[in-house]
C-alpha cells in the first residue's frame, strides 16, 4: 500500500503502478464530492499512520531543515539526508528507551 495525498488521484497514475513488478496500490483521501468505498477501520487505520508520517515529514523540515540543502551534487544530497534521517532514528530509540512520546524529539535535538 502506497499513501498518497488527493493531488494523485487519477487513472493514469494508477494504471502506471499496475505496469510496474511491484504489486502497489495507490491509497489516497476522498475528495468531498467523491464517495468513499473503504470500510471505516480501514480509513481510521490510513489516517493514524498518514498522522505518523506528516508529523515526522514537519520534524525533518523544522527541526532538521531538511528542505534547505546547498550540495553540488546527489552523492552529498544523499549523504545529508541520511544523515538527517538517522538522527530522527535515534531520537526516537531514545525516547523509546526513556518511555517517552516517540516523536517528541525536539526536547532531545534543541
Do not use: Y
Not at 464517495?35 to 523540515?61: G, Y
Not at 553540488?72 to 531520537?91: E, P, Q, S, V
Request: some cysteine; hydrophobic content about 45%.
Amino acid at each position: 500500500m502506497l499513501p498518497g495525498d488527493k493531488s494523485f488521484i487519477g487513472k493514469l497514475l494508477a494504471d502506471e503502478l499496475k505496469t510496474t513488478d511491484v504489486d502497489l496500490v495507490l491509497e489516497t483521501n476522498k475528495r468531498a464530492s467523491m464517495q468513499e468505498t473503504k470500510p471505516e477501520f480501514i480509513l481510521k487505520f490510513i489516517k493514524a499512520k498518514r498522522k505518523i508520517v506528516e508529523t515526522v515529514i514537519s520534524q525533518l523540515s523544522r527541526v532538521f531543515n531538511i528542505q534547505n540543502f546547498r550540495v553540488r551534487d546527489l552523492w552529498h544530497f544523499t549523504n545529508k539526508i541520511t544523515r538527517k534521517i538517522l538522527a530522527h532514528n535515534i531520537c526516537t530509540m531514545i525516547n523509546l528507551k526513556h518511555n517517552l512520546n516517540v516523536l517528541s524529539i525536539e526536547s532531545i535535538v534543541n
